[in-house]
């Protein structure tokens, strides 16, 4: 059962590029015929996904940070006595991207995080900015390039 036609076209979706879609037709009518098309399919699809739509590999230390930061505003947000459906519209996000960010799910945006933690409490939001802030290593590293740079000029 060979497959006659292999269409890649794009239609739109709201973007001015549109959005890829593949379709096929095969020979013969039978239990194998959608098989084939459908593995045609994922395979170009899988061919031609974008670098920037797969997930990256994840080091252990940044899996087990984002499940703990997920656990955190899960245990935020039942001390607060808050339903998903309550702390999602507060955040303006659904509840399934919620539940997701409770999980630990890593193809999260930031932004998305960020707007919970502000609907949580505005001082958790300042609370990671001040972490940010104060990194030791960053701020030995600045203090030394700045005395190097000092003790150039002065030759």
């Known amino acids: 059962m060979a497959i006659t036609d292999l269409k890649i076209s794009t239609r739109p979706f709201g973007y001015p590029w549109g959005v ?6 095969q020979e013969n009518i039978g239990p194998r015929v959608g098989l084939a098309c459908i593995q045609a399919m994922m395979l170009y699809k899988r061919s031609h996904m974008s670098q920037a739509a797969r997930p990256l590999p994840l080091s252990p230390e940044t899996a087990e940070a984002l499940a703990a930061l997920g656990r955190e ?13 309550d702390l999602a519209k507060r955040a303006g996000i659904s509840v399934a991207t919620l539940k997701r960010l409770e999980k630990g799910d890593p193809t999260l945006a930031l932004g998305r995080f960020l707007e919970v933690l502000t609907a949580l409490s505005p001082s958790l939001l300042e609370n990671v ?27």
Do not use: Q
Request: glycine share 4%; with cysteine; charged share 45%.
């Open 73 to 85: 505003v899960r245990d935020a947000r039942l001390a607060r006595k808050l339903r998903h459906v």
């Open 129 to 155: 900015v001040r972490a940010v802030r104060s990194d030791a290593t960053g701020d030995a590293l600045r203090r030394k390039a700045m005395g190097e740079r000092s003790r150039r000029e002065d030759f």
């Open 20 to 25: 890829p879609s593949v379709s096929c037709r």
